[in-house]
């Protein structure tokens, strides 16, 4: 009996794929055609998207832009290709885009802040604030530009760190560039004792940045006394110099300035009490 039952499953089978061998083909050339359609879209999608980001660079168009122009072509590219898979697979497209707009909508509402740094990577695209290469704060967060991404940018750090900040808190907060001007004001404030002659600090103190090539002498160069506090004369310097030689011209001036107040005998303040005694005497009360 119950060999009779299982041949029976078997001659079932066999007349069940008989009726439906082309509804079975069908499926089978759809579904080989969908997995070709996304494979070639998958590349396709990167192809096209590299492609157009060497185009975009060879123009002499910014790197930002170029890297974040192709990541949208991508992404678009390959909500196509789903699409189109869907499609050739027998699901309704009309349907799906329907239901698409549906959950686009309600996670639109659930990722307002992803959004908004969407939005705010457009705006650095489009104003261009920053760029690729140039060094930059972020509202704290210091780095050289490594890429603007469509929700956030990322800085390479002096000390060799990635630190990835989201777009909608640098387009909230402030950006401060310190490559974008080709020059840049070098203040430098020195401090040196009460007692020092205030011609000859600023003599000394001139006459180091004048013995320097780096510094832009076209511009004002200023060298005064800008405090007294309770222990020392503080001057204040300011030059300028090229971006690009910033720091080394900081870090030099103030070794040549305390090596220049050496050589003159202008001691540096340190911190000391001056204390003062007054001595009084007690006259004692007349006893009549």
């Known amino acids: 009996m119950a060999d009779l039952n299982v041949v029976n499953g078997i001659s079932d089978a066999g007349s069940w794929l008989l009726k439906n061998q082309c509804l ?41 832009i170029a890297d974040f122009l192709s990541a949208i072509v991508r992404y678009v590219l390959l909500a196509f290709t789903f699409v189109a898979v869907l499609g050739r697979i027998g699901v309704q497209t009309s349907s799906v885009i329907a239901v698409l707009g549906a959950a686009g909508l309600a996670i639109a509402l659930a990722l307002q802040g992803s959004l908004s740094n969407f939005a705010a990577g457009v705006l650095l695209v489009i104003f261009r604030p920053l760029k690729v290469g140039e060094y930059v704060d972020l509202g704290g967060a210091v780095g050289t530009v490594n890429q603007v991404h469509i929700f956030t940018t990322t800085l390479h750090t002096t000390d060799n760190k990635i630190i990835v900040v989201p777009n909608g808190k640098i387009i909230a907060g402030n950006i401060i560039n310190y490559s974008r001007a080709p020059d840049r004001r070098v203040d430098i ?3 040196v004792a009460y007692s020092a ?3 000859l600090v600023k003599k000394v103190l001139g006459d180091v940045i004048a013995a320097d090539d780096r510094i832009t002498h076209g511009k004002e ?4 006394l800008k405090e007294m506090t309770p222990s020392s004369l503080n001057f204040v310097t300011r030059s300028w110099t090229a971006n690009a030689e910033y720091w080394n011209v900081y ?22 009490t ?15």
């Open 274 to 288: 001056d204390t003062s005694l007054h001595r009084t005497e007690k006259r004692s009360a007349k006893v009549k």
């Open 189 to 191: 404030e020195i401090t």
């Open 251 to 272: 870090f030099d001036l103030m070794e040549n300035f305390k090596r220049a107040l050496d050589a003159n005998d202008l001691s540096l303040p340190f911190q000391q």
């Open 221 to 224: 160069v200023t060298v005064r």
């Open 197 to 199: 002659n205030i011609d």
């Open 24 to 64: 079975l083909i069908q499926y089978l050339v759809n579904t080989i055609t969908a997995i070709i359609i996304l494979a070639i879209g998958s590349v396709a999608a990167r192809v096209i998207s590299n492609a157009l980001n060497r185009v975009i660079k060879l123009r002499g168009i910014d790197a930002t």
